[in-house]
């Protein structure tokens, strides 16, 4: 699959439309939050700046139960983010059922690789675990959710740590334990050796190429060999990744996105059940990167997650 400048740059004026019609379709209902918001909170710090999440609670019934949003898109973690899952209603949704979300910012591609980001993040759930009590969440039932690059993020953290806990490294009853116990994401990439097809090459200089090699060679690359170059590309790759006791997941994904196949999500469920990992996809017809009705597919994904968090 071949993406081109001027493909991105459509699908960008597209998402920004949605974004605005999302916007205008909320207005209406911005006197009636459901959530307190509580911004900046610093969980970290990193080359001496401070990691920051924003905390979302009930104004309702609590139900106990905390929810990580990886604030990503782009591999970018802007306070922009924050927003546009402020205005596909995410918080909005996930308040309303009680849920306490923990919205944290793992850090920026034009600083950082995913690698980079997966330790921050980690570092962040690591921080809700240690203060469940004051949030009144149960550390052990624990969700998370992302969406596009915040959905990879979600993914190979869930699954790079689901490989520690098989491993008997850590136990649910430790806080310095970062597992889950169910993820939910919206179109995420998963495989960067098949992308819709296509492999990825991290040498090229084209759009997908910069992307990949920011991401998985953070000194850039240096005569690595194409051994070397496929293990690294490997390791920032969930669907690759998977083991058996990975927590259960669900999909969201349009079938006209423009930006990440669809294919993507149906690599990892693949992988998912081939382990043995409960896992669902949801596709939205016509969706594409996001689509207008998005809040309809997010109470889908707070509904599965209430399921998943209160067995």
Known sequence: M???????????????????????????????????????????????LGLVMDIFTPRGQA????????????????????????????????????????????????????????????????????????YAVDPNRLGMIGASAGGHLACLAAVTTAEDVHSGKSGDGDESNTRVKAVAVLFPPTDFLDYGGKRIDAKADDDLGRILKRLAFP???????????????????????????????????????????????????????????SAELIVKPGGGHPWLTLPIEVKKLADWLESKLKE
């Not at 960008?12 to 439309?17: E, F, I, K, N």
């Not at 909320?26 to 006197?31: C, F, H, L, R």
């Not at 423009?258 to 469920?269: A, G």
Request: charged residues 20%; contains cysteine.
């Open 63 to 134: 139900n106990g139960l905390g929810v990580v949003d990886v604030v990503s898109g782009a591999w970018h973690s802007n306070r922009g983010k924050i927003r546009d899952h402020t205005l596909a209603q995410v918080y909005q949704i996930l308040c309303e059922k009680g849920f306490t979300v923990f919205a944290i910012r793992p850090g920026s591609i034009t600083k950082y690789s995913a690698p980079e980001m997966i330790a921050h993040l980690n570092e962040g759930i690591r921080w809700v675990k240690g203060n469940a009590k004051e």
């Open 219 to 277: 000194m850039g690359l240096n005569g690595e060999t194409d051994e070397q170059v496929e293990q690294n590309v490997v390791a920032i790759s969930p669907a690759r990744l998977v083991t058996p006791s990975a927590p259960p997941f669900l999909f969201i994904h349009g079938d006209a996105d423009p930006l990440v196949p669809l294919q993507q999500s149906e690599t990892m469920i693949a992988a998912l059940k081939e382990a043995g990992v």
């Open 2 to 48: 071949k993406t081109s400048n001027a493909s991105i740059v459509a699908a960008v004026a597209m998402t920004l439309g949605i974004t605005l019609a999302i916007t205008l379709a909320g207005i209406a209902n911005a006197a009636e939050l459901s959530y307190e918001q509580r911004k900046d909170v610093v969980y970290g710090e990193a080359d001496g």
